[in-house]
């Protein structure tokens, strides 16, 4: 149980393979970075970025 309450997940057989954030500022403004791993660790991650604001979100609230 302890090997599987890391946010970081590495054992002989099983581990964590991607790591999602999602951050989204007042303004409106937003980024998605997702990152992917193997055995070895980290491989290759994504950017995404824009802005909430005159999209179909732009009124949504939680």
Known sequence: ????????????????????ILRVRQDGNYEMVERRFDANGMIAHDVIT???IGSAWANYSV
């Open 50 to 52: 824009g802005n909430l």
């Open 1 to 20: 149980e302890k090997a599987l309450s890391a946010a970081f997940i590495r054992t002989e057989h099983y581990g964590t393979r991607s790591s999602t």
